[in-house]
């Protein structure tokens, strides 16, 4: 069985701080680990996957995420953030072929940028 | 196409009535999923294909959902006799193969109000 659990349903930040988005996932097996991005009224965009690799993972528009397996978290930074970061964010968690790569998502958090 | 494309995008359905929503995958692409998203929460698994095959049915809802793939590419979900509780966001994905850490990309989601 997989989970994942979003500690925080809404995060709000000013313009040009840090972002923090905290995830935490549960596997049977070694996992696969994914953050995705929901801009209003579109679909759901990859931001970066964690597969084995290398712990830090580094993604598109100035994200990355860190694995950590002792603690069971996968969460998402970003340095500074744009107003365009306004969106909904959901971890996401696979285990792979062994269970038809099927996701598993976290309840989401939603992202306010104030100016 | 350049991504996964569904239609209806918007589909609006008295109580009762049948509905059929579309999915295009990549082109070349082995593995589909459907997804279900509730407002204000996650999406959830609703079955998954490889090729022509239905691997993994077991998020349907009910035997009122039903969803084929007939030829491994394109794939229509059914629901019948709607409900209220079905009103969601359908998201089809796919993945180039069932390989662990493949991208799964999103289509836009095809949005169903039930009235």
């Known amino acids: 069985a997989q989970s994942v659990t979003q500690l925080d349903s809404h995060v709000s930040v000013s313009e040009g701080t840090p972002v923090l988005l905290r995830c935490n996932y549960s596997?049977?097996?070694?996992?696969?680990l994914f953050w995705y991005v929901q801009h209003p009224n579109k679909g759901l965009q990859l931001l970066l996957k964690?597969?084995?690799?290398?712990?830090l993972v580094k993604g598109i528009n100035g994200f990355e995420a860190e694995f950590k397996k002792s603690e069971t978290s996968f969460h998402l930074t970003k340095p500074s953030a744009h107003m365009s970061d306004a969106a909904e964010y959901f971890c996401?968690?696979?285990?792979?072929?062994?269970?038809?790569?099927?996701?598993?998502f976290g309840g989401g958090t939603r992202v306010l940028v104030k100016p | 196409g350049a991504g996964v494309s569904q239609s209806p995008r918007y589909k609006v359905a008295k109580r009762g009535q049948d509905v059929a929503l579309r999915c295009d995958p990549i082109?070349?692409?082995?593995?589909l999923f459907w997804y279900q998203q509730a407002l204000g929460q996650g999406p959830e698994f609703l079955t998954y294909?490889?090729?022509?095959?239905?691997?993994?049915k077991s998020g349907l809802p009910s035997d009122r959902f039903f969803a084929e793939r007939p030829e491994g590419s394109v794939s229509t979900l059914k629901i019948q006799r709607t409900q209220q509780e079905d009103s969601a966001v359908y998201l089809c994905?796919?993945?180039?193969?069932?390989?662990?850490?493949?991208?799964?990309?999103f289509g836009e989601g095809s949005w169903l109000t039930v009235v």
């Open positions: 994905a796919s993945s180039l193969n069932r390989g662990s850490g493949n991208t799964i990309y």
């Open positions: 596997s049977s097996y070694s996992p696969s």
């Open positions: 964690y597969t084995s690799a290398a712990t």
């Open positions: 996401v968690v696979s285990n792979g072929v062994a269970a038809g790569n099927k996701l598993t």
């Open positions: 082109s070349g692409h082995v593995s």
């Open positions: 294909f490889q090729n022509e095959a239905q691997l993994d």
